[in-house]
């Protein structure tokens, strides 16, 4: 009976001390590189990063366009060429086309060009929930901003060229 409560009293103090040898995060997210090697001795008020936490749930793409592509949009839109479209679906994909089963919206459209670039930047909220996209990834994002009204829509297989390189169903 002694031996059992030694041990459990050993458990006890053993569960503390793997208490005071576990570091918490106060927000949830993925761990990269570690700054720390195991068993280096860090303290409460350590200065020292021991590893970046990057939260990824939801992640923000910065889209650009070049200012010609955005005032062709514009003066098609004027025109009545193109109507705008509400909603603003957007899409994202991989470098080969295959999407990714994510929810994504448009939250704003920069009213700044870059004067270094000519573009104008789109930020879009992805919402990450399987963490497939990562900080710094490349992705191609399609946002469906304006259509054609009064359009017929056939499948790509049905489009062929003539002789002269003309589009033809």
């Known amino acids: ?23 918490r995060a106060p927000i949830s997210g993925r761990i990269g590189q570690s700054f720390v090697t195991e068993g280096a001795l860090v303290g409460q008020g350590d200065t020292n990063t021991m590893a970046t936490i990057q939260q990824i749930d939801k992640v923000y793409v910065d889209v650009k366009q070049s200012v010609s592509e955005y005032e062709r949009l514009q003066a098609a839109l004027q025109s ?27 939250l704003f459209e920069d009213i700044n060009v870059d004067p270094e670039t000519g573009d104008v930047t789109f930020r879009i909220e992805v919402n990450n929930t399987e963490r497939k996209l990562l900080p710094g990834m490349y992705v191609r994002v399609n946002i469906d901003r304006a259509s054609i009204p009064q359009a017929l829509l056939v499948p790509a297989q049905a489009i062929q060229r003539n002789i002269s390189g003309e589009p033809q169903v």
């Open 1 to 23: 009976l002694a031996d059992v409560a030694q041990m459990k009293a050993l458990l006890a103090r053993q569960n503390l001390n793997l208490q005071y040898a576990t570091v």
């Open 80 to 106: 009545g060429e193109l109507s705008a479209n509400s909603d603003k679906t957007v899409r994202i994909t991989n470098s080969h086309g295959q999407p990714y089963n994510v929810t994504a919206k448009m």
